[in-house]
């Protein structure tokens, strides 16, 4: 293993999920949009727990480190609609632990099926505790209430443990995106594949800087392109710069991160997160009519938007390989909305 990856498989992690997950060429896609090269989907909705996703591999080292400090209460904070909540309280489930998960008011639908349905529901089926915060766009209030709450569970006898939201933590979620990193680098080589570029999610950073990461320390110099599902681009990448950093420390390494290397788009980020755009809407139905992929309108939705831009302004022999980072629950939150853009998008022919 290389040096700067040694101290990973050491530390402490709960196995959760479904790997390898499929790595796939989408030549429907690349068909529809009328272009060479070879469009390629790595499979993370298929990691196995409740519905699947990124999250499942970023939660195996945070709960690694709850279990090995003894908790038996999870404590996470997210949006209403939150993949990395529903995917916290199914892999708590699983490991026969209590889940508290707080909402975050970060998109302004007032709607029941926002507010009831998608990840909600499922929150509420794997038996997780639902709170409520305010406020949207304060990362650092939201985790001091989660550590209020958490404090409220010790005084009762409780052994909580708090998955953080905002930076300065030690980032262990994206150490799983490190590890897959390891996992698509031996996919392409059995196959004899090539990949020029990588299109993925920039949200909380985890999953961009720990695949970013993971590929340079394993000496592979392929672009990976964060589509910014919630900031700015210029906002996010100072965030994934000191997100590689952190790594690093964790690691006991140097970085192998260039700030160069570093590449965030925005271009399918308004009216804002949570939001839907035309841009997005097209990549929804081309993923589900071409490849019968089910993408949601806040994460993948985006990405693969970014990821068809990618794809039409390249030159026909560059291959692309979209990160589908899953998301499909929040799809039926947004149902109304979907149902009438994509009519509207199929009206026009």
Request: proline residues 5%; hydrophobic residues 45%.
């Amino acid at each position: 293993m290389p040096e700067a990856l040694g101290g990973l498989d050491g530390l402490p992690r709960a196995r959760l999920g479904h790997y390898p997950t499929p790595l796939e060429a989408m030549p429907n896609l690349a068909a529809a949009l009328g272009r060479g090269g070879v469009f390629y989907v790595k499979r993370d909705d298929c990691t196995g727990l409740a519905f699947g996703g990124n999250k499942v591999r970023q939660l195996e080292f945070y709960l690694g480190e709850a279990r090995a400090q003894g908790a038996d209460t999870v404590l996470i904070t997210g949006a209403v609609q939150s993949n990395f909540v529903r995917t916290a309280a199914a892999a708590a489930a699983r490991l026969g632990m209590d889940c508290h998960v707080q909402l975050e008011e970060r998109v302004a639908k007032p709607d029941p099926e926002y507010r009831n349905s998608g990840n909600v529901l499922l929150d509420r089926m794997l038996g997780a505790t639902l709170h409520s915060y305010a406020q949207g766009e304060d990362e650092a209030g939201a985790d001091r209430r989660l550590h209020e709450i958490a404090d409220e569970l010790a005084a009762a006898g409780r052994k909580p443990y708090v998955i953080p939201l905002a930076p300065g933590h030690k980032p262990l979620g994206a150490l799983g995106y490190v590890d897959a990193a390891r996992e698509i680098l031996a996919q392409l080589e059995d196959r004899g594949l090539r990949i020029d570029e990588v299109v993925v999610a920039s949200g909380s950073g985890a999953t961009h800087a720990g695949l970013l990461f993971g590929l340079r320390a394993l000496g592979s110099a392929i672009r990976v392109t964060g589509i910014c599902v919630r900031r700015a681009a210029g906002i996010q990448r100072d965030r994934i710069v000191a997100r590689c950093a952190e790594i690093a420390d964790l690691l006991g390494t140097a970085s192998v991160v260039d700030p160069e290397d570093v590449v965030t788009a925005d271009d399918w980020l308004a009216p804002g997160y949570g939001q839907l755009n035309a841009p997005t809407i097209r990549a929804i139905d081309l993923a589900a009519r071409c490849e019968a992929l089910i993408l949601d309108p806040v994460y993948t939705g985006k990405v693969l938007a970014g990821a068809i831009r990618r794809a039409e302004e390249s030159g026909p022999d560059r291959n692309i390989l979209f990160i589908h980072t899953g998301g499909a629950p929040a799809a039926f939150a947004y149902s109304a909305a979907l149902t009438e853009a994509l009519a509207g998008l199929r009206a026009k022919g």
